[in-house]
């Protein structure tokens, strides 16, 4: 049984995923242009950029998931992103699983 219970611990750590917040995107770049930018730091797993759906236009932020804190580490030592002439902003975020969230109503 605890060989079960390491098993588990080591798939949950390999697949946590670290994240970047990124704002001010510039409409002409594409989630395709951004993954291709930020894999310069580390690896890419994800570029997620939501659309409106009533203006067909990405909304101008992102989030971009790497494989390793070392990664994100990489993409915050550099002082500023630019992108098309425009300045990107970047914030770290931190993510608590669903449990650990608290309730609003409490």
């Not at 588990?8 to 970047?20: M, T």
């Not at 730091?41 to 570029?47: E, I, K, P």
Request: charged share 30%; hydrophobic share 35%.
């Amino acid at each position: 049984m605890a060989v079960a219970g390491a098993a588990r611990a080591a798939g949950r750590r390999s697949r946590q995923l670290f994240d970047i917040f990124v704002a001010e995107i510039p409409w002409t770049v594409s989630s395709k242009e951004l993954k291709e930018y930020f894999s310069q730091f580390g690896s890419v797993q994800r570029c997620q950029l939501p659309f409106d759906r009533d203006t067909g236009f990405h909304r101008r932020y992102c989030w971009i998931k790497f494989s390793t804190p070392e990664d994100v580490q990489n993409v915050l030592k550099k002082d500023s992103h630019i992108l098309e002439g425009s300045k990107l902003a970047l914030k770290q975020q931190t993510r608590r699983r669903r449990s650990q969230r608290r309730n609003p109503r409490e």
